[in-house]
């Protein structure tokens, strides 16, 4: 019944991994083991739980990636997670080279499937670029309850303060708000109220973000189904692209959350965006109850 695991975090963005690749995993709620095993004080301690496990059909990917939250509910997409998911399957033989010394592999998502070219895998700290696809903008697909083709700039009142929102959906649903001064907002108690607001129908990953110069970007983010963390990589997409359409920045920005930073490009509106960073192995171990 013991169930073997990875630590891997990016920018202190972490979660428990579970190889379902060298051997199949067995038949479990994942979702419920998701709280559990995160539980930074009973269990081993993370933002969520990733599955790592063949792609739906043979050839369509090397690897599939499964995320829960630390609450248990699903996510679609994790760009810290890919990044540690791919230096996992790269370490274990996969993929094929690539331009600049790197291996590329293909990982399949509940968004679709990934590039990721990665940089030393088999080190304790890999660097990996993913092609993290095409900005959704269109607020029905995102989803937001907004009027209008895009929501940018958007007024929303919460706990009787007044922001404006950009939202933008990198498979996953984003809302960013800039700010003048980071450490007036009080996220630990906005983030769950803006996350809940009713015109957000699948929830939201809320970020505050700060721009200083067309080329970089503070930022801090509260998770949908995790919470206060360390560092979002879909968030931050999500933040240059909201950059770039309340033209406070520019489209190749240093993005520096509280774990670290991320290299974003965004070449142009049709292009897709794409994400450098690190991704560290932590520690393995055997989860002794699945």
Same mark, same amino acid.
């Given at each position: 019944?013991?169930? $073997?695991?990875?630590?891997?975090?990016?920018? &202190?963005?972490?979660?428990?991994?579970?190889?379902?690749?060298?051997?199949?995993?067995?038949?479990?709620?994942?979702? /419920?083991?998701? $709280?559990?095993?995160?539980?930074?004080?009973?269990?081993?301690?993370?933002?969520?739980?990733?599955?790592?496990?063949?792609?739906?059909? $043979?050839?369509?990917?090397?690897?599939?990636?499964?995320?829960?939250?630390?609450?248990? /509910?699903?996510?679609?997409?994790?760009?810290?997670?890919?990044?540690?998911?791919?230096?996992?399957?790269? =370490?274990?033989?996969? &993929?094929?080279?690539?331009?600049?010394?790197?291996?590329?592999?293909?990982?399949?998502?509940?968004?679709?499937?990934?590039? %990721?070219?990665?940089?030393?895998?088999?080190?304790?700290?890999?660097?990996?670029?993913?092609?993290?696809?095409?900005?959704?903008?269109?607020? /029905?697909?995102?989803? %937001?309850?907004?009027?209008?083709?895009?929501?940018?700039?958007?007024?929303?009142?919460?706990? /009787?303060?007044?922001?404006?929102?950009?939202?933008?959906?990198?498979?996953?649903?984003?809302?960013?708000?800039?700010?003048?001064?980071?450490?007036?907002?009080?996220?630990?108690?906005?983030?769950?109220?803006?996350?809940?607001?009713?015109?957000?129908?699948?929830?939201?990953?809320?970020?505050?973000?700060?721009?200083?110069?067309?080329?970089?970007?503070?930022?801090?983010?509260?998770? =949908?189904?995790?919470?206060?963390?360390?560092?979002?990589?879909?968030?931050?997409?999500?933040?240059?692209?909201?950059?770039?359409?309340?033209?406070?920045?520019? =489209?190749? %920005? =240093?993005?520096?959350?509280?774990?670290?930073?991320?290299?974003?490009?965004?070449?142009?509106?049709?292009?897709?965006?794409?994400?450098?960073?690190?991704?560290?192995?932590?520690?393995?171990?055997?989860?002794?109850? $699945?």
């Amino acid at each position: 019944m013991a169930l $073997p695991f990875v630590k891997m975090h990016g920018l &202190g963005n972490d979660y428990v991994y579970i190889d379902g690749l060298s051997q199949p995993t067995p038949q479990h709620d994942w979702g /419920s083991l998701a $709280p559990i095993i995160s539980d930074r004080h009973r269990g081993v301690g993370s933002d969520g739980l990733i599955l790592i496990v063949p792609p739906d059909e $043979p050839g369509a990917a090397d690897a599939r990636m499964i995320m829960f939250n630390a609450d248990g /509910s699903r996510g679609e997409m994790c760009g810290n997670g890919i990044r540690c998911v791919a230096k996992f399957v790269a =370490r274990s033989g996969r &993929g094929r080279p690539a331009p600049d010394h790197a291996i590329r592999v293909r990982i399949q998502s509940d968004c679709g499937v990934s590039d %990721v070219d990665v940089w030393d895998a088999d080190a304790a700290v890999a660097r990996a670029r993913v092609d993290m696809g095409r900005p959704i903008l269109n607020p /029905s697909d995102i989803p %937001v309850r907004v009027f209008g083709d895009r929501c940018v700039a958007h007024p929303l009142r919460v706990a /009787s303060a007044d922001f404006r929102m950009t939202c933008v959906s990198m498979g996953n649903p984003h809302a960013v708000f800039f700010v003048d001064d980071l450490t007036a907002i009080d996220l630990p108690r906005l983030g769950p109220l803006i996350e809940h607001d009713p015109v957000f129908p699948r929830r939201v990953n809320v970020h505050v973000a700060t721009a200083r110069g067309a080329d970089k970007v503070v930022m801090r983010s509260w998770e =949908r189904g995790a919470g206060l963390t360390q560092a979002c990589g879909s968030g931050a997409c999500a933040v240059v692209v909201a950059g770039v359409l309340e033209r406070r920045t520019g =489209r190749s %920005v =240093r993005v520096h959350l509280p774990g670290g930073e991320l290299s974003i490009d965004w070449p142009a509106d049709d292009a897709t965006v794409q994400m450098t960073g690190p991704a560290e192995e932590v520690f393995h171990g055997v989860w002794p109850r $699945p």
